[in-house]
């Protein structure tokens, strides 16, 4: 009988639209992401921060990136590094280790976290920016302010 086949033939034809739209979009649905290698300094009230991570927080789609402030200084390369666009820019203190908050304790710290190392203003996004290109220069130098 004929009738058998006109169905199977629909059938065929949508699954091939289907398959063809799949094939034009894709099927993920989202773009490879390009980071970019990123590096500065980063100081507050004029003296460089030591101990603190700076992040790099996507303002769209993309990935961020944190790296260790060491001396003022911070690097991450291309594999690490933020995506192309545009960021907002967080520090935070790094955790320290058990032993290293105890014995600030015993030397009488009162912040033996760090937690006021850097200013609750910097450790949100929105109050510093950065824009991550994907040529040229990703040099970047944070002054922060204690007031």
Known sequence: MRVASRPAH???WVSGAILAGLMLTGCGGEPPVVR???EGEVTLDGRPLDGVLVRFVP??????AAAAVDQGRFQLPVESGPSVGEHDVVFTTAEPELAEAVAAMKQGS???LGVRAVPLAYQKPGRVHATV???GDNRFE???RSR
Do not use: I, S
Request: net charge positive; hydrophobic share 30%; proline share 5%.
């Open 10 to 12: 629909r059938v065929r």
């Open 142 to 144: 944070f002054r922060l």
């Open 110 to 112: 009162r912040d033996p």
């Open 59 to 64: 303002q769209q789609h993309g990935r961020g």
């Open 133 to 135: 290109t994907e040529q």
């Open 36 to 38: 970019a290698a990123v």
